[in-house]
């Protein structure tokens, strides 16, 4: 019988990617892919999957109106989020250490536009919840069985509570500048997610 893995993604988009361009390089493996947990019980029946690979960022029931931030807002924000110039302003003369003064001026830059997208996020109710949720429900239910993030959005913060929750591992899904170079690098990047999958499905042969 071939292992089973149970993809979980709020995303048409998401599931098309997996169906089209990951799952038909993995001869070894079926795939079951749903939208919620519950719908992953039903078509899972009485199966044990293998590996769960899971998305991280979806819609929160609990933000009841989500608004997309006014442009506005967004540009009074940015407006006070560094610029390069404030970068390199006086980096020649730095009596300390340069490299290190260098990486922080960058990373205050990096910061600011992070903050400007959680918030963006929030407003529209996209949050980790729903892949925490998930987890929390495949730990519940299939104890012992891995479960990976495979996220897009993810930040430094979702990392954290990633591996708080207890997850296997976290893979970055590619981004291309449109849809097409997005699912062209999804296609190339096929392989090495899953030899990485596979690799810890024999790290646990009896889940």
Known sequence: MKPVICFIDDSDFEHDLVRREIAPQAEEDSFVQAYTFEEAEE??????????????????????????TPQESLVKRAASIPDLDSVYQGLDTFPGDRHNEYLKRLFRIVDGWRNLFEAACAGVGQNRRYGIRNLASARERYPGVPAVFYTRKSLISDAVAMFR?????????????????????????????????HRLMASRPGA
């Open 43 to 68: 078509r899972l029946d009485s199966t044990v999957p293998s590996l769960f690979l899971l998305d991280l960022w979806g819609q929160d029931p609990d933000v009841p109106e989500p608004v997309i």
């Open 165 to 197: 929750a207890g997850c296997d591992g976290l893979f970055i899904k590619p981004t291309g500048l449109d849809d097409e170079e997005t699912r062209r690098l999804t296609r190339a990047y096929a392989p090495e997610l899953l030899e990485a999958l």
